[in-house]
């Protein structure tokens, strides 16, 4: 009896050890630079992952090789199916209230972005620093997400 007693307890731990791990193991979400060579900014959202018909907010920083203009450079935030093909929702659109010269560090928060409610099981998410009157693209980061 004494020997079913110590089997049972060395196994209730074993099994509590094993599945500790996997409680914290958060997944979060990547950045990469887009495929067009251009530089990529480094971006934090919150809450990660991102909650289909919620607001979620982007912090997004970096240093580009191009002037940015307060009022004419603009953080354009989209989503789209996984293939990039189709857009899901309204993209995100807010202008630089400060312009940074080329080479120095920028940094910009959109505190309100609304995460579309029809998100597809994969999408992607692309952050973009565009001067969307000039059609020029500055800087530009990818991510893909999951529901």
Known sequence: MKNF????????????VNAAPYQFDKRATTFKP?????P??????????????QSA??????TLMNDLFKGLADLRIRFSDSKRQ???????????????????????????VDVPSDLTNKYVIEVVIESELLTDI???SLADGEK
């Not at 887009?34 to 251009?38: E, T, Y």
């Not at 907010?57 to 970096?62: D, E, I, L, R």
């Open 5 to 16: 007693i110590f089997v049972f307890i060395l196994f209730a731990t074993l099994i509590t």
């Open 34 to 38: 887009c495929p067009d060579g251009l």
């Open 40 to 53: 990529s900014p480094n971006v934090i959202m919150t809450p990660d992952p991102l909650v289909p018909g």
């Open 86 to 112: 189709r857009l899901i929702g309204d993209p995100y659109y807010q202008n630089f209230n400060e312009s940074f010269p080329a080479g120095t560090p920028f940094s910009i928060v959109a505190p309100k």
């Open 57 to 62: 907010k982007f912090n997004v920083s970096g």
């Open 138 to 140: 500055y800087g530009c």
